[in-house]
């Protein structure tokens, strides 16, 4: 992450599945995107009652708008820094980034993003979950209806060259 960089886009929540043959699971996070990359952190330093507290906020408001680009309190640029430190997080170039799109489905909206890092190709579906189940494993049982052509486009906007 470069110094003057800014967060146009934090979403919590985030719901993360590889798009693999026979993979199964997926990964809770946040899915942010500041004005030079889109990043995933799943493991934050943050707070776990700011957590449940912003979870609840971002439902609200996605009820109220369907809009992606939005940005929480409590959660800035030097928050970010210290998270995507940890190498389990991902930080990805919008130039790095070989496809992205989404899609409507019957039980949510789905972003699907396809990306080369480190000369590995990788392909996930991003999702905004509304309930989850906490046992065995922690998943989500219900999904948010939301827009996501503003961040895509925010992204495409913004890539030197596509593919």
């Known amino acids: 992450m470069e110094p003057d960089e800014k967060i146009q ?6 719901w993360r599945e590889p798009k693999k043959f026979l993979s199964i699971g ?3 996070g946040m899915l ?5 990359h889109l990043m995933f952190v799943h493991k934050t330093e943050a707070k776990t009652k ?15 708008s369907k809009n992606t680009m ?25 130039d790095d980034i ?7 489905k ?4 789905v972003l699907m993003l396809e990306y080369e890092k480190n000369n590995k190709k990788e392909k996930f579906q991003y999702s905004i979950a509304q309930d989850w ?20 486009q925010y992204i495409k906007d913004r890539q030197k060259f596509t593919r």
């Open 26 to 28: 997926g990964r809770e």
């Open 70 to 94: 939005i940005i929480h309190d409590g959660y800035g640029e030097d928050n970010l820094r210290e998270d995507i430190e940890n190498e389990k997080n991902v930080e990805i170039s919008f």
């Open 9 to 14: 886009a934090h979403l919590v929540s985030v």
């Open 98 to 104: 070989i496809s992205i799109s989404h899609e409507e």
């Open 106 to 109: 019957a039980w949510g909206s």
């Open 50 to 64: 700011w957590w449940e507290a912003i979870t609840q906020r971002q439902v609200v408001n996605f009820i109220k």
């Open 133 to 152: 189940v906490k046992y065995p494993a922690k998943e989500p049982t219900k999904y948010m209806k939301v827009d996501w052509e503003p961040f895509v």
């Open 32 to 36: 942010i995107l500041t004005d030079k």
